[in-house]
């Protein structure tokens, strides 16, 4: 019975996890979607918003470090804090700008290339961006916290020992993540089916040359996806962020998005969120209940490996476009 | 003027059909396999042979493996860490299980056990394609790290989980363990990338090559041809992963001497040896030589750059380094998708023009 219900919480904080997997799911299958690239860069950018959002709010001079070396000073701080609401408008301003280089300077350069060079592309996308992230604002670990509230959720707690004599230790940040995490779903879709430029952006989705042909400008569609997919990238680093620490391994998340997205489908948004609770909840139930007979994480691996599985049997993924090849 | 096919005469098929067709290249080729092998073992000091002739060496066996089976065959991998851990780990209980036998024969060995781990893993490929792919060879690299971080076995039940290459011999001269001097480390790599490439290069213009690259081109016309896919593919698999088994089992035997799973071949390996063959050139033999000297060298001229000279702190450097390396990943996409191969292919046809161009 006790194995049961760890099992449970296990399961809703797996359900948590997943969560947090599919936002960073989510800026992948829109900028899959709108421009055929498959951005590995994704999770840099969040990374690269988180750092930029501690950067701004605690008045760090960027390039501080590159300054100081270079010219001998001693510069840190402007010596003033930002609140969170300003600062996080800034950020998204950044990664508008940000968003607004990449597709002047990498992908409009790179148009009708195959989708292979276009994903080693953001590789190095996101080799530069982690550099880029750690010399303007150093690479130290840093806490951020916007305002979320954070710990150990007592309502839960007190409901659920009431049920079943044990309560349930769900982080009240986590819960916060899914509330904001459902309604950034329902903003895009929102977005993408009743706005003038969403219907400019699945039909671009849909095709190129079509919707260049009715006098859809490509580029502001790409700028706007990429811009969008940085919005969608900064919640995630927030998220993540407040979680663990503004670090470089939350890059690493991306690479967990990547099974996440496979098992969703590239192209399908609630693909990506039923792809992340189903990763999400799997390797933390393949945790609890194999991890210790073969030696404990886990983690590391099964996503991928039941990515690599699922796909064997369904390549287009769960909700994915079915492919088709032609000669 | 005198880079140029004209009036060097071939008066059979096999002399028509060689390697280098031109006779500056191919004294080019010689003079370089001269100084490799004649003299630059009795100059070489501990700081070349560690900085980066050693390592350049072994990276660039990898590239040609990884070359092979996205530059040939069009698979993309990015699990070549996982697979140098794999010919690491081999040669690693090839090495303490069977002393007797010379390292050479386990170095060897080590690349076999890797191309059956490769074959292993590259089956979902016939299923699977392009970046789908690339994400399912992620599950290697993550496996196999864990698989050698988990299992004592794989580690001898070492206490602290590390591996430690024990001294063994060539010839009565170290080539593994902390004795080992600069030219033997140097010698032995230098003998498998030369006898590696010669492999790659035949293999490449030959049947199975031509078969790789039509999968690479468009498999289902191949198929319709009569390429036999899942041959073609596990093939090479197969190759892609015994030259980066031994790249592995070199990093680890001759060159670290000692290594720690997640740490000497995680991700960040596979990235390195990706982007060699990027910037070498896809599908090169050249280019991955050419790529794997680039991405050794360009760390240690910045490095003496900026902290020898310009005296900026280390942690600076290495971020303005992974800046470097991505806008150079970058920039090569765009401006030669080719990379430095096509640069010096180019170079070649304008040479045989010079000096009356048209």
Redesign the interface.
């Known amino acids: 019975m006790d194995q049961l219900i760890f099992g449970a919480e296990v399961f809703l904080n797996g359900l948590m996890t997943g969560v947090m997997y599919s936002l960073v799911a989510l800026g992948f299958v829109l900028i899959f979607k709108a421009s055929g690239v498959f951005n590995y860069a994704q999770g840099v950018l969040a990374l690269f918003a988180a750092l930029t959002l501690v950067g701004i709010q605690q008045g760090q001079v960027p390039f501080a470090h590159l300054i100081n070396a270079a010219f001998g000073t001693s510069l840190h701080h402007f010596g003033w804090t930002v609140p969170s609401i300003l600062a996080i408008a800034l950020t998204v301003l950044v990664m508008v700008v940000l968003a607004f280089l990449i597709e002047k300077l990498v992908l409009q350069h790179l148009v009708g290339q195959e989708p292979i060079i276009l994903f080693m592309a953001t590789i190095g996308l996101a080799y530069f961006l982690e550099g880029l992230g750690d010399v303007m604002w150093g690479a130290d670990i840093k806490t951020l916290d916007v305002g979320l509230p954070q710990g150990i959720s007592d309502g839960i707690e007190s409901i659920t020992a009431g049920w079943f004599g044990y309560g349930f230790f769900i982080d009240r940040l986590d819960i916060w993540a899914t509330v904001i995490a459902a309604l950034l779903v329902a903003a895009l879709v929102a977005f993408s089916q009743y706005t003038k430029q969403g219907r400019a952006m699945r039909a671009v989705a849909d095709d190129h040359q079509a919707a260049l042909s009715v006098g859809i400008s490509l580029r502001f569609i790409w700028v706007m996806v990429w811009s969008i997919a940085g919005f969608v990238a900064l919640v995630a680093g927030i998220m993540w962020g407040t979680k663990s620490g503004v670090q470089f391994s939350l890059s690493l998340i991306a690479l967990k998005a990547l099974p996440v997205l496979m098992l969703g489908g590239f192209t399908s948004i609630p693909g990506a969120i039923v792809g992340g609770l189903i990763i999400g909840v799997g390797e933390k139930m393949f945790e609890f209940i194999v991890g210790p007979m073969v030696g404990g994480a886990t983690e590391t691996w099964f996503a991928y490996v039941l990515a690599l599985i699922f796909l064997v049997f369904r390549p287009q993924g769960l909700f994915g476009e079915r492919i088709i090849e032609r000669v | 003027m005198i880079y140029r096919e004209a009036g060097d005469f071939k008066t059979s098929y096999r002399d028509d059909s060689q390697t280098f067709p031109i006779r500056l290249d191919r004294w080019g080729y010689y003079a370089i396999l001269a100084v490799a092998f004649g003299i630059i073992p009795f100059v070489i000091n501990d700081y070349w042979a560690n900085a980066v002739l050693v390592p350049f060496l072994i990276y660039a066996i990898a590239a040609l493996g990884l070359n092979i089976l996205t530059g040939y065959a069009g698979q993309?991998s990015l699990g070549t860490g996982g697979f140098m851990a794999v010919g690491a780990y081999a040669v690693y209980k090839l090495m303490t299980a069977f002393p007797d036998i010379s390292i050479l024969i386990h170095i060897l060995l080590a690349g076999g056990v890797t191309a059956v781990v490769g074959v292993l893993f590259g089956l979902?490929s016939l299923?699977?394609k392009?970046?789908?792919l690339?994400?399912?060879t992620?599950?290697a690299?993550?496996?196999l790290?864990?698989l050698f971080?988990?299992?004592p076995w794989f580690y001898n039940y070492s206490a602290s989980g590390q591996i430690t290459a024990p001294e063994r011999t060539v010839l009565g001269h170290a080539v593994t363990g902390p004795a080992t001097s600069a030219p033997a480390k140097y010698l032995v790599c230098l003998v498998m990338a030369f006898l590696l490439a010669w492999l790659a290069r035949n293999l490449t213009r030959g049947m199975l090559g031509r078969k790789w690259m039509a999968i690479r081109d468009?498999d289902?016309?191949a198929e319709?041809i009569g390429v036999d896919p899942l041959r073609a593919k596990l093939s090479a698999f197969a190759v892609s992963s015994f030259f980066i088994g031994i790249a592995g089992a070199l990093l680890f035997a001759v060159y670290l001497g000692a290594a720690e799973a997640g740490e000497a071949f995680g991700?960040n390996k596979s990235?390195l040896v990706?982007?060699m063959i990027?910037i070498g050139g896809l599908g090169s033999i050249f280019g991955s030589f050419a790529g794997a000297a680039f991405m050794v060298l360009m760390p240690v001229l910045l490095k003496n750059l900026l902290v020898g000279t310009?005296?900026?702190?280390t942690?600076?450097a290495a971020?303005?380094?992974?800046?470097?390396?991505?806008?150079?990943?970058?920039a090569f996409?765009?401006v030669e998708?080719h990379g430095l191969a096509r640069l010096w292919r180019l170079t070649k046809e304008k040479l045989r023009l010079w000096p009356f161009p048209h």
């Open positions: 993309v979902p299923r699977i392009g970046f789908y690339a994400v399912a992620l599950a690299q993550f496996f790290i864990w971080n988990k299992v468009m289902i016309a319709i991700i990235f990706l982007f990027i310009l005296g900026w702190p942690d600076l971020h303005i380094e992974l800046m470097i390396v991505g806008g150079l990943i970058v996409l765009i998708p």
